[in-house]
């Protein structure tokens, strides 16, 4: 049976996302640290957002679009010579690669004009460590910018989303305002969402009600996490989700015949299916039949 | 009967696909109510025709029930059950409310009065009627088949030459007379076919039985609410034929109307996705979650929830039958004092004193037709307005009352609000929202936009085409104007942010606690509330430490007050809405 690691004392905005939308994917994912091969979609982020760090720290007047181009051309070949990332480097692969940071980087244009928004370089990529209500909290920051409204920004190179998937993204940059803020008055005052490829910001003002929403969601997540980890028992929550997820081959609310999660077979086959493990677990005491989800466990 | 060939074939105003194959009108969808958009209604009706993009349906709080789905149900059995309550209880379904029930029982219980005496109004005639199912009245060519249907319960006599139909509203069932509805509801009576019941899906078309003509037609109505009762037509064939010989114009009417009215019922329209009236600004409110369910908002709404959280659930999200109460001197003199200065700025010039001579009324108060103890009440406010009227301001020109809806669809939230005045000055955007009050209360800005949010929300609008924002605030002493520059982005935030915080509760609430005291009073849906108190003698009731004067709805406080506790104690004294239909 493969041992888990225990979870994060830190908690992360994705980290609470991961754990709230199914518990046996924050375990696959987090304690047991499979993760998916990059997806162009991933490269592509990650392209988009070194660019647009990069941009940030020229000079203002050099913020223009030929510039961010050219970063992006660089870092771009930089991240598929990669050895993780060599598999998105050829054919159909890097065209959608290409076409999705193309995408995203010209939205990016039509959404604002990075000349005129005055930032400090300690506001861009930023780490962000908080204890909040006894919680640690630590998350990497897009860019925060202070003039004329203190406001935080994340990056988001997909569609924009409605409904639960939307809030989930307002909850996660919420959760920075409030660890930000955390104490200071006023702080931030805003919170803004880019959605490049579709030229939208979502903006969302903070007020006491939200800071205290997305504290209580912290503090609640801790506490499942810790009671989920305390009695082995990590909650597959099927929904419409489960069709994305990398975990569906193994999970047993998915496959009838799916080995125990965690077991040997289990592990085998996730790495037949591509996925890697990011590192090597922690030695953990719990059996690993306990690690059903708890509606086939009971 | 209806001629197919003179009807116009009717064109989506946005993106569709599909055949006018199939046409059901509702007589009640003939009905011209104000506040109800034609659009939608004709939209409906084409039950064939799809718009492209996805229909945006309605997230409905399960416990929300068709109250009058009951009493249909009820009246249209041979036999009346012999227990009501478990009956009302099943028909309604195990997610309703016992305010849903009590008020649902009501009704049964007044539709069974007003039933039984119809009944031995036609014993004394011998005439028995007994129910049976839908008729519809069917025109139809090789491509196309229109169904006219009216909602109630169908009555005929034994050898069915006598055929009836009773409608169903809240209250005052003589006067909620309409006669497109009413000339639809006797057609289907007379030229109409009874039905082997509703259709298993509702895009099939009904299936009708042979029947013969009548030779007697009648159309009753039944105020379930108020138990009052009226016969709507009662005539024989010929008669029912000659009232009923407009009808292809009603329908024509119908089809033809293109009168888009954006509103709070946007919020039951799947296609408000594609309508393109309704303002679509995502994120207007500045809510941070899409919420559990489908609303629309008001000024109206959040006082009622300020009030009592529960008042605004029964009243807004069951949305039961409202009842009337009077006005408290406040709401009075507010209402008189926003009429005068409305009716003087139709003339597009300044009010000046001359508009309010010492005695006697004056050009505007008579031309509103009061008294002179009418205007005395609101006088000293009326005269505050004249330091501060904004058509003192050269190049400015305003009109009055005008709704404004914009639809969050973030949130899923239909806002609507009636500006006081709206009008450009030197040809950028003004909006002016007038209060009056007794004392003027030493605010900040941003605490002005939380005690009045149609404030933030008129900023929130005008942030997209620049302009001003003004808040007129009158007392009795004088006349005070805040300037809101929608340009400014810092404004624009202190109104999200205003918003926010005042419709986050109301949005996020999923219990809806009640606070029995002071908001029973005038409380218009005390009738059916489980919780209700009686209200004390107390001409004065402490609000979280603001004394409001119930009488006159004057807060009566000289010191320093948090903005939320002086907002509640203000929602206590503000108008609460008084419409009410049924809504469908």
């Known amino acids: 049976m493969t041992q888990a690691s225990s979870p994060s004392q830190r908690l992360s905005p994705t980290q609470i996302s991961a754990f709230r939308k199914c518990g046996l994917r924050y375990w696959f994912s987090y304690l047991l640290g499979w993760r998916e091969p990059p997806t162009p979609a991933l490269a592509a982020g990650t392209i988009v957002h070194d660019t647009l760090e990069a941009l940030f720290r020229l000079p203002a007047t050099d913020r223009d679009f030929a510039n961010a181009w050219t970063i992006m051309g660089t870092i771009g070949k930089e991240l598929l010579l990669k050895p993780e990332y060599e598999h998105l480097g050829r054919g159909a692969n890097r065209d959608d690669v290409r076409k999705r940071a193309d995408a995203a980087l010209t939205g990016y244009f039509n959404l604002e004009k990075p000349n005129e928004i005055e930032i400090s370089h300690a506001d861009l990529e930023t780490d962000v460590d908080a204890t909040l209500s006894g919680v640690f909290f630590h998350g990497r920051l897009d860019r925060r910018t202070r003039k004329p409204i203190d406001r935080v920004t994340d990056y988001k190179t997909g569609k924009k989303p409605s409904g639960a998937q939307l809030d989930d993204y307002v909850q996660q940059v919420m959760f920075y305002a409030a660890a930000i803020n955390n104490g200071n008055d006023p702080g931030v005052e805003e919170v803004e969402l880019l959605f490049l490829p579709d030229k939208q910001a979502v903006r969302r003002p903070v007020y006491p009600a939200a800071i205290s929403r997305v504290t209580d969601v912290l503090m609640q997540t801790r506490s499942d996490i810790d009671n989920a980890n305390q009695s082995s028992k990590w909650l597959a929550q099927p929904s419409r989700l489960c069709n994305y997820c990398p975990f569906k081959p193994v999970c047993p609310t998915q496959q009838k015949t799916a080995p125990i999660p965690g077991s040997s077979a289990s592990q085998n086959m996730l790495s037949q299916t591509g996925l890697q493990r990011k590192s090597a677990p922690v030695a953990n005491e719990n059996d690993g039949a306990e690690f059903l989800p708890m509606e086939l466990n009971d | ?371 002179q103890e009418y205007l005395d009440q609101a006088r000293s406010w009326i005269s505050s307005h004249f330091q501060v009227c904004p058509l003192q301001t050269p190049n400015t020109k305003l009109r009055c009352e005008e709704s404004r809806t914009t639809w969050d669809s973030d949130a899923d939230v239909v806002i609507t609000t009636r500006a006081d005045e709206v009008g450009v000055r030197n040809e950028k955007p003004l909006w002016r929202e007038i209060k009056t009050t007794s004392t003027l209360q030493q605010l900040t800005e941003a605490e002005y936009l939380l005690l009045y949010p149609q404030v933030a929300f008129a900023i929130g609008i005008q942030a997209d085409s620049g302009g001003t924002v003004e808040l007129e605030i009158l007392t009795p002493e004088s006349g005070k104007v805040l300037s809101f520059d929608t340009t400014d982005p810092r404004i624009v935030l202190a109104a999200r942010k205003a918003m926010a915080i005042s419709f986050d509760a109301i949005h996020h609430d999923e219990e809806f606690l009640a606070s029995p005291g002071m908001a029973c009073i005038n409380c218009p849906v005390s009738s059916w509330c489980d919780k209700r108190v009686e209200s004390a003698n107390s001409k004065e009731v402490i609000v979280e430490g603001l004394t409001v004067d119930v009488v006159t709805g004057e807060i009566i406080n000289d010191q320093p007050v948090a903005i939320d506790a002086l907002a509640r104690a203000l929602a206590l004294v503000e108008p609460v809405d008084q419409t009410d239909d049924v809504p469908f």
């Open chain 2, 1 to 371: 009967m209806i001629n197919l060939t003179e009807l116009p074939q009717w064109q989506p105003p946005w993106s569709a696909s599909g055949a006018n194959s199939l046409i059901r009108i509702s007589s009640s969808a003939l009905k011209k109510v104000p506040g109800n958009c034609e659009v939608e209604k004709v939209a409906k009706a084409h039950i064939d025709i799809k718009q492209e993009l996805k229909d945006w349906s309605t997230r409905k709080d399960t416990r929300a029930v068709f109250l009058l789905g009951a009493v249909q149900k009820i009246l249209a059995l041979p036999r009346t059950p012999a227990n009501i309550d478990e009956f009302v209880r099943k028909e309604l379904g195990v997610s309703a409310t016992e305010p849903s029930i009590r008020a649902a029982k009501s009704m049964v219980s007044r539709a069974l009065d007003a039933v039984e005496e119809f009944a031995a109004e036609d014993l004394a005639v011998d005439l028995v009627l007994t129910p049976t199912t839908d008729f519809v009245c069917v025109a139809a060519s090789d491509t196309q088949r229109l169904e006219l249907t009216s909602w109630g319960v169908y009555y005929q006599n034994e050898d069915k030459s006598f055929r009836e139909l009773r409608l169903f509203c809240y209250k005052n069932a003589d006067l909620t007379r309409d006669r497109n509805q009413l000339v639809a509801a006797v057609n289907i009576l007379l030229n109409g076919a009874i039905t082997d019941g509703s259709p298993a899906i509702w895009t099939e078309p009904y299936q009708t039985l042979p029947t013969n003509p009548p030779q007697r037609v009648r159309v009753r109505q039944i105020g379930c609410v108020d138990g009052s009762a009226a016969t709507l037509f009662d005539g024989d064939a010929a008669s029912a034929a000659a009232f009923v010989g407009g009808i292809t114009s009603v329908v024509h009417e119908f089809l033809v109307n293109t009168h888009f009215v954006p509103g709070n019922s946007c919020v039951e329209c799947r296609f408000r996705v594609s309508c393109p009236e309704i303002v679509k600004s995502p994120g207007f409110l500045g809510l941070p979650t899409s919420g559990k369910i489908s609303k629309s908002l008001s000024k109206t709404m959040l006082n009622s929830y300020q009030r009592c959280n529960y008042q605004y659930f029964l009243a807004s999200v069951l949305k039961l039958p409202k009842s009337e109460f009077e006005s408290t001197q406040a709401l009075v003199r507010g209402q008189a004092v926003h009429d005068w200065i409305m009716k003087a700025h139709e003339r597009q010039i300044p009010c000046s004193i001359a508009d309010l001579p010492e005695s006697g009324l004056g050009e505007i108060a008579s031309s509103l037709g009061w008294t």
